[in-house]
Structures are given as structure tokens and as C-alpha cells.
């Protein structure tokens, strides 16, 4: 399976852009690639998803390298509410396949 | 509109039982997924189903069944329950099948804890 590779934890401060990082170089031309974030006891929260080209939303936004084999997650103003574990996932055949995610914690 | 819906939140069975988790998915959407999150962990995907049919199914045993209904609606069973089964089961809707780029959507998920 396609893996991804993203740091254990992140830290920022409250009203402070945020940039989550995520490595997925065994990625195939046809692999989707989402983001979504998990509170304790929830389930996961759909953020934003794409294939090729950057993708924007009112929740975030999706930069994707050139060369697909990384991506990164921008909050563009966090909020104590964005604290979360953050995954990012490739979908390849039917399934989404979840990597470990990335605990980030927001500091007022 | 509603989301996806699990039932039951929660619930304890013992060892050896069996059990069955239900969802119903987003209005319109055909496409319906399990996955299981063990606690500190990542979901791991288990089944998809489109149209009623497997698409797709994980690494898990055959103790582990599902199927879904006419009106789009899926149910999960797990037969001769293990320690190991403890565990959230999120199902996951769509409107497609997967690899179409559509929005996946989760539930809360279903808290299983085997005694």
C-alpha cells in the first residue's frame, strides 16, 4: 500500500498560519490525496482533498508538489478549535489508506 | 441534511459473541466503506461497497462480513468476537466509488468493546 510520512506532532500559535507537512513518494498518477483532521471520541472530519493542482476551501488549503511526492496543509489563521490529529491520505483503489497522523496543538 | 449515521455509539459484547454495526450513509450517496480505528491509531480500511456489491475488502479475516441493502444502507457483522476486535468501526460514505475524487464523509462511529 501507498504510505504517507508526517511528523508525530506540531505546535502554533493561535491566529498564526499553520503548514502540515506530509511525504507520500510511492504515490501513482491516479492516487487521490485528503486531508482530514480527528478530535478524541469523533470521527475523522473531511478537510480538503486533490489530485494535481493546489485546491483552496473555507476550511484550507492543499498545496501539491510538482512532482506529487509531497503535500502540505495550510491553516491560514489557527484557532483553538484546529487542534486535532491531522491525517493525510492517499486513496488508491476503493480505500483510503491512513497514515499516522499529526497531533498539532494550538497555544492561545 | 443528515450525515452518515452509525448505530449503536456504543456497546460491550464477550468474547466469542457475535455482532453487527449498521450505517446509513448520506442522502444520495451509493458508495459505503468500513474501516476500523483501534485506539492510537490510524482507520484501517476493511470493506467498500457500491451498488451493492464488494468492491473492495482489507486484511482482515473472514470472521469479518457486510453487505449493503437496496436503499444504500450497510450493515457490518463480526462473528466470534476476540479482545483484539475492541475497537471504533466508522463507516464512510460517498456518492461514487472510490478513485473518483468524490468527498468522503464519516460518521461518529460505533464503540466496540469485548470483554
Known amino acids: 500500500d501507498a504510505k504517507t510520512t508526517q511528523p508525530n506532532s506540531m505546535e502554533s500559535n493561535e491566529e498564526e498560519p499553520v503548514h502540515l507537512p506530509c511525504n507520500h513518494s510511492?504515490?501513482?498518477?491516479?492516487?487521490?490525496i485528503h486531508w482530514y483532521r480527528q478530535l478524541p471520541s469523533q470521527g475523522p472530519e473531511y478537510v480538503i482533498h486533490?489530485?494535481?493542482s493546489n485546491v483552496n476551501n473555507r476550511m484550507a488549503s492543499l498545496a501539491i508538489a510538482e512532482d506529487r511526492k509531497s503535500s502540505t496543509l495550510i491553516l491560514h489563521r489557527a484557532t483553538l478549535r484546529d487542534a486535532a490529529v491531522y491525517y493525510c491520505?492517499?486513496?488508491?483503489?476503493?480505500?483510503?489508506?491512513f497514515g499516522a497522523g499529526t497531533i498539532l496543538r494550538v497555544k492561545s | 441534511d443528515a450525515g452518515v449515521t452509525q448505530s449503536p455509539t456504543h456497546l460491550i459484547k464477550t468474547r466469542g459473541q457475535h455482532v453487527t454495526l449498521r450505517c446509513s450513509p448520506i442522502?444520495?450517496?451509493?458508495?459505503v466503506s468500513w474501516y476500523q480505528q483501534v485506539l492510537g491509531q490510524g482507520p484501517q480500511f476493511i470493506f467498500q461497497?457500491?451498488?451493492?456489491?464488494?468492491?473492495g475488502r482489507g486484511n482482515f479475516p473472514d470472521r469479518f462480513s457486510a453487505r449493503q441493502f437496496p436503499n444504500y444502507s450497510s450493515e457490518l457483522n463480526v462473528n466470534a468476537l476476540l479482545l483484539g476486535d475492541s475497537a471504533l468501526y466508522l463507516c464512510?460514505?460517498?456518492?461514487?466509488?472510490?478513485?473518483?475524487?468524490?468527498?468522503?464523509?464519516f460518521g461518529e462511529g460505533s464503540w466496540l468493546t469485548v470483554v
Open positions: 461497497y457500491y451498488e451493492k456489491e464488494e468492491r
Open positions: 464512510a460514505s460517498s456518492f461514487n466509488r472510490a478513485s473518483s475524487g468524490n468527498t468522503i464523509y
Open positions: 510511492t504515490i501513482s498518477g491516479t492516487d487521490y
Open positions: 491520505i492517499l486513496e488508491y483503489g476503493n480505500k483510503l489508506v
Open positions: 442522502s444520495g450517496h451509493k458508495s
Open positions: 486533490g489530485l494535481t
